[in-house]
């Protein structure tokens, strides 16, 4: 997918594309419904959330409103997305329930036992440290504070295949990928509960395809217009080397729950 002149990987031209495919706001697949799915039966009314990796805005809006969260703080660590997602909740009027902050990769810039709930969607796999994120995760709940995230799995410890090599290199992005047993892992070392991964292959493998049937028509036409047929094409490339490692099982996105203990 490319970088921007600046050095970011979520430039205008990707944000475009990605929310042409997965609606305004989104960065990844699924949008509300896949939030909502991840929620499951959380009941989030009220709470204080941090959302790692907040992107284009859509994921704080949907927890604001739909989950009934009290205060959203989103952290990102790129300007483009997080002066889209400031636009979109300045037009949702929900100034005063969700801010967005800047940060740096490392340590999360909050003091122990901030938040309620902290979540992440499909943003984690930039962060290689697994262990070092579930600490500081640890770190930022309150007691009795849930984890509820989910991300980009590789599905074993070993190297990646040379098709899952070349999936990674065609998205051009700081995938660090980990299995779900390094995640399961990570989440006990730090002192979570009820750890606990589920893998989303199936329903994604099928979702993939309907995603690359969009891109080679209308949505792409359409996309084309505003981020150019070259950005399109080389978009369908890059499903095209994902979904025969999803079908593999080597890709495997996947839910990620945990509870701090009280």
């Not at 800047?102 to 962060?127: M, Q, R």
């Not at 709940?141 to 999936?167: T, V």
Request: hydrophobic share 40%; aromatic share 6%.
């Amino acid at each position: 997918m490319g970088v921007s002149a600046d050095g970011e990987l979520y430039h205008d031209k990707m944000i475009g594309m990605l929310e042409a495919i997965w609606g305004e706001g989104y960065l990844s697949p699924g949008g509300p419904d896949e939030v909502a799915r991840l929620v499951g039966d959380d009941d989030l009314s009220g709470c204080s959330i941090l959302d790692i990796g907040c992107g284009a805005g859509g994921i704080e809006l949907a927890l604001a409103t739909t989950h009934r969260a009290g205060y959203v703080t989103g952290i990102d660590v790129e300007d483009t997305v997080l002066n889209h997602a400031r636009g979109l909740v300045a037009k949702a009027g929900l100034e005063d329930r969700i801010g967005l902050v800047k940060v740096a990769p490392g340590p999360l810039p909050f003091p122990p036992e901030t938040f309620d709930v902290v979540f992440s969607k499909d943003s984690i796999v930039h962060i290689p440290d697994k262990h070092a994120l579930m600490r500081e995760v640890f770190r930022v709940l309150k007691p009795g504070g849930r984890f509820i995230a989910s991300d980009w799995l590789i599905g074993h410890d070993g190297e990646p295949s040379a098709q899952m090599a070349d999936y990674i290199k065609s998205e051009g992005l700081d995938f660090g990928m980990a299995s779900p047993n390094r995640y399961q892992a990570a989440m006990e070392a730090a002192g979570f509960l009820e750890a606990k991964t589920t893998s989303r292959n199936a329903w994604y493998r099928e979702v993939a395809r309907t995603e690359l049937d969009r891109l080679r028509g209308p949505v792409g036409e359409a996309a084309a217009k505003i981020v150019g047929a070259d950005f399109v094409a080389e978009n369908c490339g890059i499903w095209e080397r994902m979904i025969p490692v999803l079908d593999a099982g080597e890709h495997c996105p996947t839910h990620l729950r945990a509870v701090k203990p009280a």
